[in-house]
T-cell receptor, first 113, second 112 residues
Framework: AAGVIQSPRHLIKEKRETATLKCYPI?????VYWYQQGPGQDPQFLIS???????DKGSIPDRFSAQQFSDYHSELNMSSLELGDSALYFCASSLGQPTGELFFGEGSRLTVL | AQKVTQAQTEISVVEKEDVTLDCVYETRDTTYYLFWYKQPPSGELVFLIRRNSFDEQNEISGRYSWNFQKSTSSFNFTITASQVVDSAVYFC?????????FGAGTRLTVKP
C-alpha cells in the first residue's frame, strides 16, 4: 500500500540558507501534518493543513512557512536556517478530521552546519 | 492543557521477558484519541494502535497488548516475550483535533 512519501530523506545546509521539504500524503488523504523531532526529543507539532487550508498551528518558527497544494502534497519552507533547526522532520497524513489515524512518512533529516 | 507523561526514560530487558511501558495523560477533553508509535533506530514512526476515549476495552495484537484505564488516565503498553527486534523508542501520544502531543518516549533495549 502507498505510504506517505517525504523528500529529500537527508539534507545538509549551511546556516542562513534556505531548505524546502516535500511531503506526498497517502492518496485520498486530505490532511497533512508537519512535526519536528530534535535529537533525543519527542516530535513536536508544527502545522497542519486540511483541504489545502491551514487548519492548525503549533510551535512553528516565523522563519518557516508551509502550504498544501491542489494535489494535496505539502511543502515546508525553512529560511535563515539556524543550527537548532537540525532535526528529523516528519510529515503525516490522515483522512478527515478530527484526529484520525495519522500515517507518518519516514522523515527528512535536516542537518544545519 | 494536554500532556503525556512517559516516566520511564529507558528500559532494558533480556529477550523473552515481558515488559510494560507506562503512559499517563492529562486532558480536559471528553473526546480524544490515544496512540502508541514505535520508532526503531532507522528513525521512522510506526503506528501501533489508536484508541478513542469512549473505548476502554483492552486490546491484544499478537505479543502486544494495551491497557486503557480512564479512571487513572493511563494507557499502558505491554510486550510479551520480548524480542531483540522490539528494541526501539516507543512514544505514547494524545490526539485531539489536529494536535497530537507526544510523550517524551521510552527507549526499550532488548538484549539477546
Amino acid at each position: 500500500a502507498a505510504g506517505v512519501i517525504q523528500s529529500p530523506r537527508h539534507l545538509i545546509k549551511e546556516k542562513r540558507e534556505t531548505a524546502t521539504l516535500k511531503c506526498y500524503p497517502i492518496p485520498r488523504h486530505d490532511t497533512v501534518y508537519w512535526y519536528q523531532q530534535g535529537p533525543g526529543q519527542d516530535p513536536q507539532f508544527l502545522i497542519s493543513f486540511y483541504e489545502k487550508m491551514q487548519s492548525d498551528k503549533g510551535s512553528i518558527p516565523d522563519r518557516f512557512s508551509a502550504q498544501q497544494f491542489s494535489d494535496y502534497h505539502s511543502e515546508l519552507n525553512m529560511s535563515s536556517l539556524e543550527l537548532g533547526d537540525s532535526a528529523l522532520y516528519f510529515c503525516a497524513s490522515s483522512l478527515g478530521q478530527p484526529t484520525g489515524e495519522l500515517f507518518f512518512g519516514e522523515g527528512s533529516r535536516l542537518t544545519v552546519l | 492543557a494536554q500532556k503525556v507523561t512517559q516516566a520511564q526514560t529507558e528500559i532494558s530487558v533480556v529477550e523473552k521477558e515481558d515488559v510494560t511501558l507506562d503512559c499517563v495523560y492529562e486532558t480536559r477533553d471528553t473526546t480524544y484519541y490515544l496512540f502508541w508509535y514505535k520508532q526503531p533506530p532507522s528513525g521512522e514512526l510506526v503506528f501501533l494502535i489508536r484508541r478513542n476515549s469512549f473505548d476502554e476495552q483492552n486490546e491484544i495484537s499478537g505479543r502486544y497488548s494495551w491497557n486503557f484505564q480512564k479512571s487513572t488516565s493511563s494507557f499502558n503498553f505491554t510486550i510479551t516475550a520480548s524480542q531483540v527486534v522490539d528494541s526501539a523508542v516507543y512514544f505514547c501520544a494524545l490526539g485531539r483535533n489536529n494536535d497530537m502531543r507526544f510523550g517524551a518516549g521510552t527507549r526499550l533495549t532488548v538484549k539477546p
